[in-house]
């Protein structure tokens, strides 16, 4: 951190930024996948219900892949 300059303010700025986008982008896939099963006739509970499940390992893992891209490596 120090080499590049950075202060712990600067990093947690960019830990807040990344945190939102994944939380943004989480929400749109639900959203779509709730919306298609909306889209075809089902009560907006039970669309709400079943895109969750569908969706949920794969945000799940998509989150878990993005966040180890962005751990500290030692060189």
Do not use: W
């Amino acid at each position: 951190m120090y080499l590049l300059n950075y202060s712990l303010d600067n990093l947690s700025l960019m830990a807040v930024t990344i945190a939102t986008g994944f939380v943004v982008d989480d929400a749109i896939v639900v959203l779509e996948n709730v919306t298609r099963h909306l889209e075809q006739g089902m009560k907006p509970f039970q669309a709400a219900l079943l895109g969750a499940r569908e969706i949920g390992f794969t945000v799940l893992s998509m989150s878990t892949s993005l966040i180890a891209v962005f751990i500290p490596r030692s060189s």
